[in-house]
């Protein structure tokens, strides 16, 4: 049941990357770029009261060659997925479609950037309010020299098991059920997925993705 969700929302969320090809005067020799993909997924999934978490602090896995970050830019949707896992889109950084679930206005992000951690480089964002059931989605696009391509993952830096890793913050310190999820993808090709799911998992917590 797991992975055919995960498999559905990859897919709905469509994951499509390019290849960005740089060239420079003939004279000179520039390496190309390749571009790379990584798809985010935060689900609050519920709690004892089901009530909207606010103020969310969340941190992803970004990207990274040798646990240096390269250059990135990430853009935000906003779904809702039912109690039959049916997927709704409301919101998107570039427009606003209609609301499901409890929600009665839109999505604010607060704040947004990259951030080091003792866990390597991560993507965060700080959001005003999340419902029940709903599902956000970061979509990060980086740029790699094709020299270091073959070294871009989002593992945690020297993990001995292999592991990527999340974290998620917000005041009211009671418990929710939530996941993550994170895909490196490479034009069509998958290179690196990561989930896990936590119940009752306390605010303040780090949530270790494992390999799948």
């Known amino acids: 049941m797991k992975g055919d969700i995960l498999i559905v929302l990859f897919v709905v969320f469509g994951l499509i990357a390019v290849v960005m090809l740089m060239k420079g005067p003939e004279e000179q020799i520039v390496e190309e770029n390749v571009s790379f993909e990584v798809t985010n997924i935060f689900s609050y999934h519920g709690s004892e009261n089901n009530l909207p978490i606010e103020n969310l602090t969340l941190l992803f896995p970004c990207p990274n ?49 990259r951030v080091a951690t003792e866990w390597g480089p991560k993507t965060q964002y700080v959001l005003d309010k999340l419902y029940q059931g709903e599902v956000l989605v970061i979509k990060t696009l980086a740029n790699v020299p ?29 418990r929710i059920d939530l996941s993550f999820s994170s895909q490196l993808s490479r034009g069509t090709d998958n290179l ?8 009752n998992a306390p605010a303040g917590s780090v949530i270790w993705l494992y390999p799948i």
Do not use: C, M
């Not at 606003?96 to 679930?101: E, H, R, S, T, V």
């Not at 593992?155 to 005041?171: F, I, K, Q, T, V």
């Not at 690196?192 to 119940?199: A, G, I, S």
């Open 192 to 199: 690196e997925t990561f989930y896990n799911r936590v119940d």
């Open 65 to 113: 060659v040798d646990n240096q970050p390269p250059i990135t830019a990430s853009t935000w949707a906003l779904y809702y997925v039912d109690n039959e896992n049916v997927v709704y889109l409301q919101a998107s950084e570039a427009r606003f479609y209609k609301f499901a679930g409890q929600r009665t206005e839109n999505l604010k992000i607060l704040s947004h950037g």
């Open 146 to 174: 094709s020299s270091a391509a073959s070294k871009v993952t989002i593992r945690n830096y020297g993990d001995a098991l292999g592991r990527s890793s999340a974290y998620y913050w917000h005041p009211p310190e009671w």
